[in-house]
Structures are given as structure tokens and as C-alpha cells.
């Protein structure tokens, strides 16, 4: 069973908006990751939250952190056309070896 | 530095036939993984290496074997394929060097069709 649920499935926003796109685990974690995927290609790392941070900031990326809710969000802001793709998030567990990966999220960025 | 490489990119088998796929990184990585994604889904672990000469099941091992063949080698297995076995198959590799928080590279994946 997967451990990492995303939510939405699927989000459509049009150029210049932001995106939000919500995780939620089960059991507790040492860290948690968004990822990014292409039509086709491999995934590439995004964004790594610790366990005890509750904020994090890379560019135009915000991820946040409620442990005690056990989710995450990913915060795109001001998307362009080059962020269509999937995001996962992944949970590590405490030996930091066992990522579980959500479904995903596909999002469309309209120009 | 190429990063993660996988061979074969795409492969067509029949129900029984076996093969293995590749994968090899060439950043001094000590942790390998091997995933699967089906269509629609997130990535799911079949098996990890967390260091050179060490192997662990993940949550869907059955039907694959792995050798870690050196630090840079990790190699998926099917020993039999069967339909159900049909997805598209991602290699990772992490540097760990005693820290959990470091982020996973991926190879760009080997599409597999079980006939």
C-alpha cells in the first residue's frame, strides 16, 4: 500500500497562477521529497523537508510540513507552461532507505 | 558525468521468458534502488542496495531478483516474466555517506511489455 497520497489527481491552472498540490502519509518519517516527472522521462528531484522543519523555500517552490497532520504541500507560484508534469512526493523512513512514492499529481500549466 | 544509466530503454518479452536490466551510476553512490510505475501511479520499490555487496526487498519483490554487482552496478532480474509484470522500470541511485537526507537520482527508465 502506498504511504504517500497526493491530492488533486489532476490540477489545470492557466499561466501566471499558482499551484498547490497536497500530500498525505500514515506513519511517521525522517523526511519528505517532492519530485517532478516529465511525459516520459525519469524523475528529478525537487525539494527535501526534514522531519523537525516546517518550511522550506527553493525559487518559485514552497514546500510546508504539519507532522502532526502528517502532510506536506507543494506550493508552485507564478507557474509557466514548463511546469506541466507529475509531482510525487516520497516519504523516507527513518534509515532513510525506503521511499514510498503517492500517485501523483498531474498538473497543466496553460499558456 | 552521465548520471544514472539504464539499458534496455524499451523491451518487448513473452510470458516466461526472462532477462535483466542495467543499470549503472557514476557518482560514487552507495544506495540503489530499483522501481516500478505502473500507468496512473506512483513509483513502487521492489528491491534496494544500501551499500555495495547488500540487497533488501522493498514492497514489491516478487518475480524480480537484484545483483548489486559493484558500487556502481545494480542489476532487476525477471526470472519468468508474466503480464502483470509490464510497467515502466526506473533505477535510482543516492548518496548517503551517513546522512538520510539526501535526494535520489533517477536513470530515465526501461519500458517493458509482457506479452
Known amino acids: 500500500s502506498q504511504q504517500g497520497e497526493e491530492d488533486p489527481q489532476a490540477l489545470s491552472i492557466q499561466e501566471g497562477e499558482n499551484a498547490t498540490m497536497n500530500c498525505s502519509y500514515k506513519?511517521?518519517?525522517?523526511?519528505l521529497q517532492w519530485y517532478r516527472q516529465n511525459s516520459g522521462r525519469g524523475l528529478v528531484h525537487l525539494i527535501l523537508?526534514?522531519?523537525?522543519?516546517r518550511e522550506k523555500h527553493s525559487g518559485r517552490l514552497r514546500v510546508t510540513l504539519d507532522t502532526s497532520k502528517k502532510s506536506s504541500s507543494l506550493l508552485i507560484t507564478a507557474s509557466r507552461a514548463a511546469d506541466t508534469a507529475s509531482y510525487f512526493c516520497?516519504?523516507?523512513?527513518?534509515?532513510?532507505?525506503?521511499?514510498?512514492f503517492g500517485p501523483g499529481t498531474r498538473l497543466s500549466v496553460l499558456p | 558525468n552521465a548520471g544514472v544509466t539504464q539499458t534496455p530503454k524499451f523491451q518487448v518479452l513473452k510470458t516466461g521468458q526472462s532477462m535483466t536490466l542495467q543499470c549503472a551510476q557514476d557518482?560514487?553512490?552507495?544506495?540503489m534502488y530499483w522501481y516500478r510505475q505502473d500507468p496512473g501511479m506512483g513509483l513502487r520499490l521492489i528491491y534496494y542496495?544500501?551499500?555495495?555487496?547488500?540487497?533488501d526487498k522493498g514492497e514489491v519483490p516478487n518475480g524480480y531478483n537484484v545483483s548489486r554487482l559493484n558500487k556502481r552496478e545494480f542489476s532487476l532480474r525477471l526470472e519468468s516474466a508474466a503480464p502483470s509484470q509490464t510497467s515502466v522500470y526506473f533505477c535510482?541511485?543516492?548518496?548517503?555517506?551517513?546522512?538520510?537526507?539526501?535526494?535520489?537520482?533517477f536513470g530515465p527508465g526501461t519500458r517493458l511489455t509482457v506479452l
Open positions: 535510482a541511485s543516492r548518496r548517503t555517506s551517513g546522512s538520510s537526507y539526501n535526494e535520489q537520482f
Open positions: 506513519t511517521s518519517i525522517n523526511n
Open positions: 523537508i526534514r522531519s523537525n522543519e
Open positions: 516520497a516519504t523516507g523512513d527513518n534509515y532513510g532507505q525506503n521511499f514510498v
Open positions: 557518482m560514487n553512490h552507495n544506495s
Open positions: 542496495s544500501a551499500s555495495e555487496g547488500t540487497t
